[in-house]
Nanobody
């Protein structure tokens, strides 16, 4: 089992920055894919970014590319999402997730473990 706990959400102004953290515990493998999704009120959960737990390649959705950066620190068992140039449309509950597979995926249904979510609100 893998446990994920997000932190770092809150209120920010448009153009500002926030950094989300996801503490990872339990049995993990270097090949796991870890990532961030978000869900705005009344909308479906959408992919934000993912990265292999061992490092290397990462992917970001077009809507956040150039503004958000995913990273991980294996020594601290923590994954991060640095969010810059925030926009009101970034307002959502952000979830970290882990996938027990080697291949990358942007489909939330293909992730096996989820955190409880953290609210990010961006005011204009």
């Amino acid at each position: 089992q893998v446990q994920l706990v997000e932190s770092g959400g809150g209120l920010a102004q448009a153009g500002g920055s926030l950094r989300l953290s996801c503490a990872v515990s339990g049995r993990t493998f270097s090949s796991y894919i870890v990532g961030w999704f978000r869900q705005a009120s009344g909308k479906e959960r959408e992919f934000v970014a993912n990265i292999r737990w061992s490092g290397g390649s990462s992917f970001h959705s077009d809507s956040v590319k150039g503004r958000f950066i995913i990273s991980r620190d294996n020594a601290k068992n923590t994954m991060y999402l640095q969010m810059n140039s925030l926009k009101p449309e970034d307002t959502a509950v952000y979830y970290c997730a882990a996938r027990r597979a080697y291949l990358f995926s942007t489909n939330s249904r293909e992730y096996d473990y989820w955190g409880q979510g953290t609210q990010v609100t961006v005011s204009s």
